[in-house]
Structures are given as structure tokens and as C-alpha cells.
């Protein structure tokens, strides 16, 4: 199974700044994606983040507030730009685990509180 | 993508089996059921996966009748740490397909086990 690591487990972030969240998958995975998860609300697919290629965005979510990198097959970063007290969310990366058995595996989410 | 229905909440005791089931009507021919759980302030937790029937593993069961538009998550003999959010998600797990990886939560069942 894929262990993730993230990094800032959590932070402070004032109004108007940038965080950018770090992702580093122990094995090669082809795809990566970025979900978000608001106070007491489920998961939300923000972007699917491919090597080599930009970044797919779900409705909702665009690059410029949210951009992606993915300079090889172990690691991705979520920068969220321009913060807002509707930022504070925790953000979780993930991975599919194989090519065909779904199964997700998550790092344990870096929580972001924005004043 | 097809969008799941869950109870919002269930209660239980300690020791009692759990069926929690999830409607799922515009379930694709490549979707399959996973269903994940999770504990506050960590990421969500594989716990199994099925296409049709009934699939078992260690810690659950899963009831997929023929028709395949619900599921039915069954915990046998919960005890206190059982309590946890529980997702029930459908799409498709094969590489290549329109939908893979684009598991959409739905809001999750909050399992509460009681002493």
C-alpha cells in the first residue's frame, strides 16, 4: 500500500497570502489528486494532478487560485493562493493505488486556518 | 458521476452488527462500491470494494443486490473505536476509464457506538 506524506500537517495563514502544501508518495503513482474537506463537510475533488501534464480541475476550481505542480511521479504541491477565512479547509492528497483496484490511499491532510 | 444517498447518522452498541446502506442509482456498467472510513482529524480509510454480490474481507461485508443501484455496508460486532464517518462512493477503477479516480464523496453516514 502507498504511504503519503504531507507537509504542513497544519498552519496559520493571514489574508492574502499563499500556502503551499507538500505531497510525497513513498512509490512511482501515475496520478495524484487533491481534495479538500470544509468543517464538518465531506470531501471535495479539487484536481487530478498527472506527470508530465497540466493539472484537471473540477467545476469549481480553477489554476490560478489553485495551482498544481507535479515535477515527477513521487511528489505534487497544492499552492492555495490569495487566502480567504473560506480557505480554512484541510486539503488532502492522494492516490490510486495499482491501475485497477480503486482503492484510494490518503495522507493525513494539512490543515489550514486562514485569519 | 453518479451521486450516492446515505443515512446522515446511525447509532449503535458495542457488539451489535451494522448495516449501513447506500443508494446509488445511476450507477454506471464501470462503476464499482467502495466504501471508505474515517476517524476526525485523519484521511479517509479504505475498507472494501465491490463490483456485484457480496464481497467479505476482514474487517467488513458488502451486499450488492443484482440490480446494483444501493449497497449495504455490514460491520459485524462494533465496538467503541467503529465510530467514524462512513463514505459510500461509485466510479470507475479501471485506468482509461471517463471517470477513474473521480471518486465523489458523498456526505457519509457518521456511525456513533455506544458503551
Known amino acids: 500500500s502507498a504511504v503519503i506524506s504531507q507537509k504542513p500537517s497544519r498552519d496559520i495563514c493571514q489574508r492574502g497570502t499563499s500556502l503551499t502544501i507538500q505531497c510525497q508518495v513513498d512509490?512511482?503513482?501515475?496520478?495524484m489528486f487533491w481534495y479538500r474537506q470544509q468543517p464538518g463537510q465531506s470531501l471535495t475533488l479539487i484536481a487530478t494532478?498527472?506527470?508530465?501534464?497540466?493539472?484537471?480541475?473540477e467545476s469549481g476550481f480553477v489554476i490560478d487560485k489553485f495551482p498544481i505542480s507535479r515535477p515527477n511521479l513521487t511528489f505534487s504541491t497544492l499552492t492555495v493562493s490569495n487566502l480567504s477565512p473560506e480557505d480554512s479547509s484541510i486539503y488532502l492528497c492522494?492516490?490510486?493505488?495499482?491501475?485497477?483496484?480503486?482503492?484510494?490511499?490518503f495522507g493525513e491532510g494539512s490543515r489550514l486556518t486562514v485569519l | 458521476l453518479a451521486k450516492t444517498t446515505q443515512p446522515i447518522s446511525m447509532d449503535s452498541y458495542e457488539g451489535q452488527e451494522v448495516n449501513i446502506t447506500c443508494s446509488h442509482n445511476?450507477?454506471?456498467?464501470?462503476?464499482?462500491i467502495t466504501w471508505y472510513q474515517q476517524f476526525p482529524s485523519q484521511g479517509p480509510r479504505f475498507i472494501i470494494q465491490?463490483?456485484?454480490t457480496k464481497v467479505t474481507n476482514e474487517v467488513a461485508s458488502l451486499f450488492i443486490p443484482a440490480d446494483r443501484k444501493s449497497s449495504t455496508l455490514s460491520l459485524p460486532r462494533v465496538s467503541l473505536s467503529d465510530t467514524a464517518v462512513y463514505y459510500c462512493l461509485v466510479g470507475d477503477v479501471n485506468a482509461g476509464g471517463t471517470s477513474y479516480g473521480k471518486l465523489t464523496f458523498g456526505q457519509g453516514t457518521i456511525l456513533t457506538v455506544h458503551p
Open positions: 492522494t492516490t490510486q493505488q495499482g491501475e485497477n483496484t480503486g482503492e484510494l490511499f
Open positions: 512509490s512511482q503513482v501515475t496520478m
Open positions: 465491490g463490483y456485484k
Open positions: 494532478a498527472n506527470q508530465g501534464s497540466e493539472a484537471t480541475y
Open positions: 445511476n450507477i454506471a456498467t464501470n462503476d464499482y
